[in-house]
């Protein structure tokens, strides 16, 4: 029934997950370019990171970080336009080197990825069932009776009652956290290895996103996928993740444990973000914290760190306009970004223990 | 994963095995019975008459619906059903609620951007509803709005200096001075002057708030209404616009209503917040308050939807998660309104009480003697239960 | 300031991929007015780029290179025609040389001569002047019109949409030759009747297209913004509504220009075209009708004449279009 079956030509060189030890997807030194009318935009930097078995990484940016535009690099759907640079290993291979044909296989088997307006991606004229065990059967041999057992369990799995009846029903049927969970289930059908989730709760009302959420924690602990969470929102990312990296101007500003990074942040942005939210379970102070300045262009990138301008403690003239910062790694798996990172873990630690 | 879930749809949750009857009501002033005077006395409990600018009595906003191949009305969207609240000078009404609620719609009826189906809206004494066309052109110069959108906010073709001088225009104000008041707002609003002549497309999303903000204020308003203005926003930039909010508030006296569905940015400006939900206002109490001792079950849902950036927190708050959608506006439930998502109504059942009144009866905005919960909640069943 | 590094405006990826939301970079503002800012709270805002939608606009026109050669060859053939004075013989002053009937192009008439012995060359420059302010002509009245009744339409909504569009649909049925056959009883067979004419059958298409768009228009924040500071509707209209529109009109008025010459040449061709003595482009082939075979040159220039003409203008309609709306998908 399924149409152009993939052959599992890229899958059968890859290792399976069990086999593989260490991270799943080493990104190594990627950037990425598009030329415009007014110049080259610079929307990854030279970033390196890692996503490993059956972790939660969230990746926090605000518009002009990069973050989309790195998970369409892992999942090579970036435009032809794009000029990609660096190594995306996935189990040891590059991604980057692969075709499009072997990239197709990987899609849904092992790779997936759900984004912001899924909504609109369910076709309304096919039950949810159907369209489930369709994009089984593109990855899958199984028969009928296998097929069933799996949508059902898939739907158990994001936590929509009574299963069986749901599944013979219509996207319009169903609410809408509901078809929200539905396209989680058909992303997770093959049981992939990484599932990317594109700011899947932006456009939601709290109320739905709260579902959704729920959703990829049930994924997360009863899949052994690993789940990358990419959103501009803090307060998703503490509730949902467990390693977090903070991306800005394309680049990465500090990779830390959700702990280290909202409680011993040592990246200025970052604690500038954190310092500059509002909070719904605090008092009202008189003003917020802010951070200074306006997100930077991608296409006249400042100079040394691109922080710089908007830094409450940068050098300039001095060492932050004039040299890049290094990801240094400043307490085990935790890295920062920032030429002053020991001076700021160090303040942190202090106030800690001070109080 | 959170310690604490309460998920109807999912069956489970804690069954209160405690037979709990309808919460006594505070006696009414003697305004009167009718249910719109009930809720004017209990919002006046938290603006007082003499002290407010605005005063909104059951407004009612229906949306026609038509069908059929003649094209007549065969149903209404009930957009805004009997909304009853105050502002007070120089204080900020934070309207909170979900897509769909009609809290932007309330936004526009304060203006009269929308013709209102029913009910009053008193601006410093004047009815707005039947003002004539002279009345309304002055009540122009005195409420204004800034919307959420930057981008379609702004006319792309006009200079900045056009669009924040429109308003004087339009009123004949320009010619005195009209210039050198642009110049000062735009200082006013952090921006550089010299910039006027240039176009929109040139400023960044926080920028064009800004220009925004200032030709809402070129008129020299008293209270503006706030549609969403920070929520198409990076964070970073957010908090410069919320300061600048609170600094002009302090320095003009002027009288926000600030309409949100971010509750952290709506509690750290407002000072009295309203809930809305399908129309209504479910619950209404200063900020603190409200975050404090939310009494309505919509509010704690809400509340405990919302994420905080702090993971241990996070992880160890009592979450509540709503089943489905909520219902349609054409066709709301009977009675109380969220009683077919309520998950404290399910609770009850589930221990034994009797919930029918909650499909017979509306409940109204009032003050309920339950808990510590000492503000106007429209639910029958109030009870307090902390989620922050 | 001029020593700041120029900072970029916000780009975009057009096309090709995703719209990369950027905003423009910070500049370094003097110190003293930095601290100043930093002090009373403000943000030291940024420096935007001096790029006006002008110069946006010309920069975009210019990659179109096939435009800029209709331009040209636009601006050349006004030039000859209005300027025909200078080197061709009016019309009315040519007289009638049997001798020279029907000659081929040659050095003394680099168009040949018509069945009277006259100078095509001038002819067909003069009766450019025709042609082309009938085209002008229609397409500025077509506009006007079409635009006026379009944007109210869109503004005003309920009855007056219906009334309005049902006319339009009225006026689509009416057949122009038809139309114009009873104005030129009516009235002289000039250029401005058919001007009239013309434009009262062309507006539809331009006031539909407005009629749109001031209907998506009218619910943007910036028109609700006009309205909630006091603005009436033809204050939202000319100063919101229009100036939004301008992408398409423009093309519409280029458009209109080319579908206006043919048709007039169609009509003329007819024999439903201005009245003699005046010439058209169109008269001028009517006077060939008969004699095309033996005498190709009498058809020929009047017709690469319009030919030339229509095809710059739709050239200089699409450059218009993309210089003008570069997101709008074709």
Redesign the interface.
Known sequence: MAFGKRDGLAVEILPERANWAGPLIEVRELSVQ?P????T?K?VDNLSFEIRPNEVLGIVG???SGK??TS?AIMGL?????NITGEILFCGQNLLAMSERQLQDLRGRRLAMIFQDSLAALNPVYTVGWQISEAIELHQELDKAALKDRVIELLNIV?I?NPKARADQYPHEY????RQRAMIAMSIANDPDVLIADEPTTAL???????V??TL?RVE?KTSSAVVLIT????????VTQRVMVMYAGRSAEIGS??EV??EPCHPYTQ???A??????R???E??????????????V?PGCPFN??CPMAETPGICDQERPPLIEIAPHHWSACHFAERLISEVKDRQYGQ | ?ASD?I?P???DGPAETEVTPPIDLVPGDGDGDTAAAVEAAAVATLVREDTAILRVNDLVKNFPVTGGLLRRQVGAVQAVSGVTFSIARHQTLGLVG??GCGKSTTGRLVLRLLAATSGSIEFDGIDVLRASGREMRALRRRIQIVFQDPFASLNPRMTVDAIVSEPMRIHGLYKNGGKDRVRELMELVGLKPEHVNRFPHEF?G??RQRIGIARALSLDPELLVLDEPVSAL???????V??LL?ELQDELGLAYLFIA?????V???SDVVAVMYLGKIVEMAS??DL?EHPGHPYTQ???????????????ERL?I?????PPSPVDPPSGCRFRTRCWHRQQLEDGGTDTSICAEEEPLLQIRRADDVEHPVACHFTRERAV? | MSDI?????R????D???A???????D?PGAPLAAAL?AA?L??T?EPVPLSQRQLFL??FKRHKLAIVSLAVLILIFVLCFGASWFATSPSDQRSDLSLKNMPPSLDHPFGTDYNGRDMASRVLYGGQISLRIGVGVAIVSTLLGTTMGAIAGLYGKWIDQVLMRITDLVLILPAIAVLAVAFQRWEASPTTIVLVLAALFWMPIARVVRGLTLSLKEKEFVEGARAAGASGPRIILRHILPNCIGPIMVNLTLQIAVAIITESTLSFLGLGVAKPEISWGTLLYDARSSYNQNIHLILFPGMAILLTVLAVNALGDGLRDALDPHAKH
Not at chain 2, 301 to 315: E, G, T, Y
Not at chain 2, 321 to 325: F, K, R, S, V, Y
Not at chain 3, 11 to 14: A, F, R, T
Request: charged share 25%; aromatic share 2%; glycine share 10%.
């Open positions: 598009f415009t009318e007014d110049g935009v929307a605000e518009s002009g989309s535009v369409l970036l435009p032809k336009s794009a936590g009652p609410s809408g956290g509901m009302d709290v109320t739905i996103q709260a579902q959420l729920d924690e602990s501009h929102d803090l307060g998703v990312v503490a509730g959700v702990n909202f409680y500038g973000l954190l500059s939210l509002p909070r719904i379970d008092r009202t102070s003003r917020l914290h802010r951070i200074a300045g306006q997100p930077p262009s991608l296409v006249h400042p301008p908007r | 994963m879930t998920d749809a999912a069956g979900e897509s960044s926080g920028q990076d964070v970073s930039i957010q908090a410069g919320v300061n609170e569905h971010d509750l952290a940015v509690r750290h400006i900020a603190d975050y849902a809400l509340m405990s939807a919302v994420p905080v950036p702090d993971p241990i927190k996070q992880r979450r998660i709503l089943p489905g959608d922050v | 590094p120029k900072a970029d405006e780009s975009s990826v057009d090709d991929g995703l990369i939301d950027t905003a423009v970079a910070p370094e930093e709270g943000e030291a940024a920069r975009r």
